[in-house]
Structures are given as structure tokens and as C-alpha cells.
């Protein structure tokens, strides 16, 4: 009996081909294939800017240095989010305050943001966790007045839906993931998108050391081979290669297929799991869809310890996973700044998520679905 594993990525011979091009081409690092990527990629979540990066944490770290935050600045963060959300606001000296979340959705709401907001709040991360928009907007109205920042951290959210645009489309500053946990994958690889010309520019340039002239430029001639680049403030190595942009331009065509399958095994899961389990799922907003990059289920109350019931699917070829974690639980953020946190630590130690990739077939459904009812 095989396993089922909780995630593969659909990767193929044409991703296999687009690399392999880009390796006999001799351009390998940043070059035009990124800058086609950034394109396509602007273009599919309806933005002016996108600017590759090496990974979504990398990309955090530019959109705060972008918005100017450093110590002494407080950014609110959920604590139910994978930890590189609030590291990014450690990099850049700034201070996590750790929000909770909607018990349906696992994102931020403005009553969960409002009362942690002080004269020292200069930015809030929405996460669309597991792929569900967060109410971007409803924050934004909280922030604005107050001249806070909101970044979006759609790590996640490739593909998802906010009152009919894309995940990212209204943020000032967005960071997507291509790590092959998420939906579209570059192996590792990440994107800032932006509205702001003069700000995509700069951030350009600090994801490669602060160059005034991008090192591609400079080969290309484009740039002006005889211009001495300079450097004018720190920045540092955050690119992606030519070979990364390659699969992520065959991905990219691909992800209105994954986000459709995505959504048609959710609603498989649903109707074997039956009205009650089904609606301890993961929600969906009424303003929105979600690409179900994670779909996690709340145990009931009276089921065992959740480690049990993963023990017990483990034992019948199906590996789930524990929900998002929880990072003021992690040692580096005892202690730290936040509110009281109950529906966070209810749904990280008592959520868990399913298995779901684009291969995933009804017949694997029915185990999963199996030997999740018989473990509870
Ligand atoms: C995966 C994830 C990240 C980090 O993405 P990487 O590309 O692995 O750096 C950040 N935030 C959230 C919400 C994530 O799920």
C-alpha cells in the first residue's frame, strides 16, 4: 500500500525542457528569463511591478525594507502563520506584535488587529493563510487613517480570488512563495509586487546588493557596458535565476489548471467527509475564493490528541499533517509582544491538514477520508 502524501508538486517534461534551456543558453543567474517571469507573473495577478526574489521570505524581507521599517517600529503579525512571517520583521529590527485570528478562515480580522495597534504600529502582515484571502480591504481601512502600512503576505495565495481580482492585486506591497509546499513551484523562489514604479525600482536594486546597474544590464550591454555601477545604500543577494524563472514561467500557464483541480478535490472532500465533518473545514469568505493550498479541518471536541489521530492515518499509508503553527509558541518568540491568543492555539494544535495535489485521485480521497473517520 503506497502513501499518500500530503503534497506533490505537478511538475513535468515541459518544466524539465524550459530548465534545461536555460542551462544550454549559458545564462544560468538573473537574467531574461527572470525578467520575463516578473512580467507574466505582473500580468496574471494585475499589477504594475513584480520583482522576482529567492523565496517568499526573502521577499518579506524586501517589502518591509520597502516600507521603511526598522527598530523601534512595531508590525502586527498573526502568530498563526508559518514563522518566516515574523522573522522577516526580526531581519529588519523591528518588533512582531502577534495578533489572533478568525476561528473559520485563520486570518486576521480588524477586531483582532485594532486593539494592538500603538503610536509605535508602523505596519501590519494580512496573511492569506492556506490560500484564503484575507479581508485585505477591511484592514486597510483599519491601518490607513492611521498611516500603517498593510503588506500582504500571499505566500500562499497564488491563484486566489478577493472580491474578484487576484490575491495581491490591491496591496501596495505583496510576497508570494514558489516553494513546492505552495501551488506553483521554482523549487525555491519568491515575488514582491507593488503599485509604486519608483518603489520597485528600489527594491530591484536592494535584491542585488544595492547595485545601481542590474548585473544582466551590465552583460546584455543594456545597462551600458562602460557605466560604473554604484552602490548607494546596503542591500543584499536575494535572486532568483534564470533557471528558477523557466519553471516558473511553465508553472505559471499551469496555475489556473491547479487552482481549478484544487477546488473541484475540496468539494470531493467535502461531500465524503458529510455535513459535520465538512464543516469544521477550512472556510471560505463570502468576498472571495481560496486556491486550497492548505485544507485543514478543525478534530471535533471529542476526538483523541491530534498526534493519535495523524499516528493513526499514518499507520493506513495516508500522511497528513499537524495545521499551521503558531510561532509565539517557538523559542524565539516567548515572550514576545501579543495578544491573548485562544483561537490560535486552538486551531494550531487541533487542526489538521489533508492531503491535496493535482494528481490526487477519488480513489485516494476515499482512503484518506477512510482513515480519517476510523481514526477518529
Ligand atoms: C511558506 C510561507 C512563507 C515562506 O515562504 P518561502 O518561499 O519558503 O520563504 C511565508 N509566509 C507564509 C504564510 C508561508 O506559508
Avoid at 104 to 132: K, S
Avoid at 160 to 182: I, W
Avoid at 198 to 213: I, K, N, T, Y
Avoid at 244 to 251: D, H, K, P, R, S
Wanted: glycine share 10%; charged share 20%; aromatic share 4%.
Amino acid at each position: 500500500m503506497s502513501t499518500i502524501p500530503v503534497m506533490i508538486p505537478w511538475l513535468g517534461e515541459e518544466e524539465a525542457r524550459a530548465a534545461a534551456e536555460a542551462v544550454r543558453s549559458g545564462w544560468v543567474a538573473q537574467g531574461p528569463r527572470v525578467a520575463e517571469f516578473e512580467r507574466a507573473f505582473a500580468a496574471a495577478v494585475g499589477v504594475p511591478h513584480a520583482v522576482a526574489v529567492s523565496s517568499c521570505t526573502t521577499a518579506l524581507h524586501l517589502a518591509l525594507v520597502g516600507a521603511g521599517l526598522g527598530p523601534g517600529d512595531e508590525v502586527v503579525v498573526p502568530s498563526l502563520s508559518f514563522i518566516a512571517t515574523a522573522n522577516a520583521v526580526t531581519y529588519v529590527g523591528a518588533t512582531p506584535v502577534f495578533a489572533d485570528v478568525d476561528p473559520a478562515t485563520g486570518n486576521l480580522t480588524p477586531e483582532t488587529v485594532a486593539p494592538l495597534l500603538t503610536g509605535r504600529t508602523r505596519a501590519v502582515i494580512a496573511v492569506d493563510q492556506g490560500g484564503v484571502p484575507v479581508d485585505l480591504d477591511a484592514i486597510e481601512e483599519l491601518a490607513r487613517p492611521r498611516g500603517i502600512a498593510v503588506i500582504e503576505d500571499a505566500a500562499c495565495a497564488a491563484g486566489s480570488v478577493r472580491r474578484g481580482r487576484p490575491a495581491g492585486a490591491d496591496a501596495d506591497l505583496a510576497a508570494f512563495s514558489f516553494h513546492p509546499r505552495k501551488l506553483l513551484t521554482t523549487g525555491e523562489g519568491g515575488m514582491v509586487t507593488c503599485q509604486d514604479g519608483e518603489l520597485a525600482a528600489r527594491l530591484r536594486r536592494l535584491r542585488e546588493h544595492g547595485m545601481s546597474v542590474s548585473a544582466a544590464d551590465r552583460h546584455a550591454g543594456t545597462g551600458g557596458a562602460a557605466v560604473l555601477e554604484t552602490y548607494d545604500e546596503i542591500g543584499f543577494n536575494h535572486r532568483m535565476t534564470d533557471v528558477q524563472a523557466a519553471i516558473g514561467l511553465v508553472q505559471l500557464g499551469k496555475l489556473p489548471a491547479m487552482v481549478a483541480r484544487r477546488r473541484e478535490l475540496a468539494a470531493g472532500y467535502r461531500e465524503l467527509l458529510g455535513a459535520e465533518l465538512a464543516g469544521r473545514l477550512v472556510a471560505e469568505p463570502t468576498y472571495g475564493t481560496s486556491n486550497f493550498q492548505s485544507l485543514w479541518l478543525l478534530l471535533p471536541d471529542e476526538a483523541p490528541d491530534r498526534g493519535q489521530v495523524l499516528a493513526a492515518m499514518a499507520a493506513e499509508g495516508v500522511s497528513a499533517r499537524r495545521g499551521i503553527m503558531a510561532a509565539h509558541l517557538e523559542a524565539p518568540y516567548k515572550g514576545a509582544a501579543r495578544a491573548p491568543l485562544p483561537v490560535t492555539e486552538l486551531l494550531t494544535s487541533r487542526t489538521l491538514i489533508l492531503p491535496l495535489f493535482h494528481s490526487l485521485t477519488a480513489e485516494q480521497q476515499e482512503r484518506v477520508v477512510a482513515a480519517l473517520k476510523g481514526a477518529l
